[in-house]
C-alpha cells in the first residue's frame, strides 16, 4: 500500500514541480503611470518633504484640478497649501511671485499655458528678472506649470505652443516633459530649484500611460534640468523633438526602421538650458538632423536647435541641411480635418527623414 501511495506521490510531486518553475519563469508586470498621477505623485511629495512648497491656482483644490493633475492634495494637505483662486492669472501669479520673495516655494497652476498671457509681465518682469537685478540677492524660488501646446478642438486662443516664447528669456528655466519619468523627475527638479521654471506639460498627454521604473518610485528621483535623452540609439539620422512629438518620432523611428533607416531620437526634456552637447554628440555620428515640434516654425525650439548645430563642431559634419518639423504658420483652426493638418503627423517626420537622406 505504501508503495502504491509513493507512486501516486511522485507524479504530483513532479507536476508541482514544474508548475513552480513556470510561476518563477514569468516576469512580473511592469508598473503602469499615467503622466497625470506622476506629476502627482511628484508634487505631494515635495509639499510632504518642505512645508514651504504650495501650489495654487483655479479649481486646484476643492475639485481636485481641471484635469486632476492635483487630484487629493487638497483633502491632505489643507486650504493653507493648496489654494483655490479667482479667475485672475495676473492677481495669482503676482501673489505667487511675491510669497517666492518673501521665501516660500510656490507651485502656479495655469489652467492652460495660453492663459498665461494675461500674467507675462509677473512671469517675465517680476520672476525671470529680479535675482539678476538684486545683484544675485533675491531669488525667486517660483513653478509655473500647466497644459501647453495643441489639444483637441480649441482653436486658434487655447492651442500656442509657448516653448519658444518663455525659451526666449534669461532668467528662466524651462521644461518640456514627454512620458511619466520626465514628469515626475522634472517637477520635482523645478520645485527645488532656486530659479523660476516654467514647466509646459501637454494635455493630451495626461491620461496616457507609461512604464515607470523602479527609480523614478524613489522619493529622491530627480532629472536634472538642462539634460536631454536619448530615447533610442540609431545611426543615420538624428532626431529632436520635445513633449508629445518625442512620441511621434519613436513611432516614426519605428517604421523606418523596417526599411533599414535607424533614427537616433533625443528628447529634449529641457528647452532652457538646452543641452546642445547631447545633440552635436548623435550628429557627429549621424550626420543628419531633423527637428520636430508642435510649436509655429519662425523663431521656433528647432530654429534655435539649428542655429546652434550651425554656429558649432558638429556643422562640418552634417551631409545634408538640417530640417525642421514644426505646426502649420497660422493660427490653429477649429475643424479637425485642418488642425490634424496644422500639427506635426507621423507621416510628416517619415517625409521629412526620407527627404534628409534622400531616399
Known amino acids: 500500500m505504501a508503495a502504491v501511495s509513493g507512486l501516486m506521490r511522485r507524479p504530483l510531486e513532479q507536476v508541482s514541480g514544474l508548475l513552480r518553475r513556470r510561476f518563477h519563469r514569468t516576469a512580473s508586470a511592469a508598473l503602469q503611470v499615467t503622466v497625470r498621477e506622476a ?41 493653507k497649501r493648496i489654494i483655490d483662486t479667482p479667475i485672475s492669472e495676473m492677481g495669482f501669479a503676482g501673489i505667487a511671485v511675491g510669497a517666492a520673495m518673501a521665501g516660500l516655494r510656490p507651485i502656479c497652476e495655469f489652467m492652460t499655458f495660453n492663459f498665461s498671457m494675461q500674467a507675462i509681465d509677473q512671469v517675465i518682469n517680476s520672476a525671470a528678472k529680479t535675482y539678476y537685478m538684486s545683484g544675485g540677492h533675491q531669488p525667486v524660488p517660483i513653478v509655473f506649470r500647466g497644459p501647453n501646446g495643441a489639444s483637441a478642438g480649441v482653436a486658434a486662443q487655447h492651442s500656442q505652443c509657448f516653448a519658444a516664447w518663455y525659451g526666449h528669456c534669461p532668467g528662466l528655466k524651462v521644461v518640456s516633459p514627454w512620458n511619466s519619468e520626465d514628469a515626475k523627475g522634472l517637477i ?12 509646459l506639460e501637454n494635455e493630451l498627454m495626461y491620461g496616457v500611460p507609461f512604464e515607470f521604473p523602479s527609480e523614478a518610485q524613489s522619493k529622491d528621483f530627480l532629472i536634472p534640468i538642462g539634460k ?8 543615420h539620422i538624428t532626431v529632436v523633438a520635445h513633449s508629445r512629438p518625442v512620441g511621434h518620432c519613436l513611432e516614426a523611428a519605428t517604421v523606418l526602421s523596417k526599411e533599414g533607416i535607424e533614427c537616433e531620437v533625443i528628447n529634449m526634456r529641457s528647452i532652457r538650458p538646452m543641452d546642445i552637447e547631447t545633440i552635436e554628440a548623435s550628429v557627429m555620428k549621424t550626420n543628419h538632423l531633423i527637428t520636430v515640434e508642435g510649436g509655429w516654425p519662425q523663431f521656433g525650439v528647432g530654429a534655435e536647435v539649428c542655429a546652434r548645430i550651425m554656429e558649432g563642431p558638429a ?11 514644426t505646426g502649420a504658420d497660422v493660427p490653429m483652426p477649429y475643424a479637425k480635418i485642418l488642425e490634424d493638418n496644422s500639427i506635426p503627423q507621423v507621416k510628416d517626420i517619415i517625409f521629412a527623414i526620407k527627404k534628409t ?3
Open 357 to 359: 537622406l534622400n531616399i
Open 188 to 199: 520635482k527638479s523645478a520645485i527645488r530649484d532656486d530659479n523660476p521654471v516654467v514647466v
Open 315 to 325: 556643422f562640418n559634419f552634417l551631409d545634408a541641411p538640417a530640417v525642421r518639423v
Open 228 to 235: 536631454a535623452k536619448i530615447e533610442r540609439q540609431g545611426t
Open 39 to 79: 506629476i502627482n505623485q511628484g508634487m505631494d511629495e515635495e509639499l510632504e518633504r518642505d512645508e514651504k512648497v504650495f501650489l495654487l491656482g483655479e479649481e486646484v483644490a476643492q475639485y481636485d484640478g481641471a484635469y486632476k493633475v492635483s487630484r487629493g492634495l487638497w483633502k491632505k494637505y489643507g486650504d
